[in-house]
């Protein structure tokens, strides 16, 4: 937009400098008198060329007693000024010195010439100023509105890839394929750029390739010595000593199992999930952990809102969920609470205990992994393989408050809460009594 009014801008202020046949001084009076004569000059009644001197007019000739003009329409000639004192015109020739200049007055089109002036030169810069700007303001507006518009469309189209290469990085995963970034017509200058970033994230997928092929590797490797180790602990006597070491390796096998999971998911594959009742499969778990809350003299129930909540994912892996959320809650919200899983008419489920719940300070930390609260003897891995889990079938989860004790919420994604229509009344069962009977 500024680069068109510098341009119009120097082409105005180089006009005296290409004016041909006139001298400054000449330009500088012409440039004066055009818009005295433009105003004065009109047409009367009968549509014929006539001079009616405008105050400014009258006052410029005032000053300058000598200054005479001739105004022409092709049919009318006006005299004004000394003209009529002067012999200027021999026949068609002119006797005088004088200028000429075209001027488009309120008479129409008229031919000037024009003599004996004293023009002011701070005056005629004015008014030349004034007349051009006028003329050239709107000409910069409509070409300054133009310009930019087509700058515009013209940048967005040409930044086009660059939006799409933005919005891709916008939405890059764990896991993605390389290249994440498209490379296809992007322009050149921000090609390399482009191409530099897919190249540091594939060697960054390779180093964290490498990394989770090293636990697994481990994982693996560990599971041999591991049961070595139990099976010579069984050969020795009873004492307090054997009884920590057989919870340390207790410790070590959950571990190691905890590590195959994160393995497993990382490595899951979409094409082998499988339809799943999130309803029956947490009844499933709420029966299976009942002998755990007798065995600690809690209370383990289930609830449900919806007759069935249908979602395609890997149901062990989704087993493992309501497990490790069920097995966290009775082993470390102490002795004697109540543990409730609930499936909302929302589609949520919900984890609740009325245990001592989480300290505020660690809630956010929970879900990291090798992260620890209330002092457990697990690996810190068991909440962080749940929300990953989750994560991968498009659900989150968070915990809350419960006043007392804590509430773990999952919401599924909303293709599977439009499947989990109200069919019929809650369900509500205390499972512990029927794991009581199995026992």
């Known amino acids: 937009m500024a680069f068109p009014a510098l341009v119009g801008l120097l082409v105005l202020l180089a006009e005296p400098l290409t004016a041909d046949g006139v001298s400054f001084a000449e330009w500088v009076a012409r440039e004066q008198v055009k818009p005295l004569l433009a105003e004065s000059l009109l047409r009367d009644a009968s549509g014929r060329l006539v001079l009616e001197p405008s105050p400014e007019l009258a006052a410029y000739m005032a000053e300058n007693p000598g200054f005479w003009f001739f105004a022409v329409d092709g049919m009318t000639k006006i005299e004004g000024g000394a003209a009529r004192s002067l012999d200027i015109f021999d026949g068609d ?150 009884l920590a070491l057989r919870h340390d390796v207790k410790r070590l096998v959950m571990l190691t199992n905890q590590l195959l999971d994160v393995e497993r998911l990382h490595h899951g594959r979409a094409d082998q999930r499988r339809p799943v009742d999130i309803v029956a499969l947490a009844r499933e778990v709420v029966a299976e952990m009942g002998p755990l809350a007798i065995g600690l003299g809690s209370t383990l129930s289930f609830e449900t809102a919806l007759p069935r909540l249908d979602l395609r994912g890997d149901e062990q892996a989704l087993r493992g969920v309501f497990l490790n959320l069920v097995s966290n809650a009775l082993t470390h919200g102490g002795a004697n609470i109540t543990v409730e899983v609930r499936v909302r008419d929302d589609g949520a489920v919900e984890v609740a205990d009325d245990g001592i719940g989480v300290a505020a300070d660690a809630r956010d930390r929970v879900f990291e992994a090798f992260q620890r609260s209330g002092g457990g003897g697990g690996a810190g891995l068991g909440l962080y393989i749940v929300r990953e889990v989750l994560r991968a079938h498009g659900a989150s989860i968070e915990l809350r408050d419960g006043q007392p004790g804590s509430v773990f919420l999952i919401r599924f994604p909303a293709s599977c809460r439009e499947a989990a229509a109200p069919g019929r009344a809650a369900d509500a069962t205390d499972l512990s009594a029927m794991a009581g009977q199995a026992l």
């Open 93 to 242: 020739r002119v006797n005088s010195h004088g200028a000429t200049f075209h001027l488009v007055s309120r008479g129409g089109h008229v031919g000037v010439l024009f003599g004996d002036h004293r023009g002011d030169l701070w005056a005629g810069i004015c008014a030349w100023l004034a007349d051009r700007l006028h003329r050239w303001l709107v000409a910069l507006l409509v070409l300054a509105a133009c310009t930019t518009l087509i700058t515009v469309r013209l940048v967005r189209f040409l930044l086009r890839p660059v939006q799409r290469a933005a919005e891709a990085a916008a939405a890059l995963t764990p896991g993605q394929p390389v290249p994440a970034l498209p490379e296809a017509g992007v322009p050149a200058e921000i090609l390399p750029l482009v191409t530099a970033t897919n190249a540091a994230l594939a060697r960054l997928d390779q180093e964290h390739e490498r990394q989770r092929r090293f636990i697994a590797n481990a994982a693996h490797e560990l599971r041999t010595p591991i049961a070595i180790l139990g099976v010579r602990l069984d050969e020795l006597p009873e004492s307090s000593v054997k």
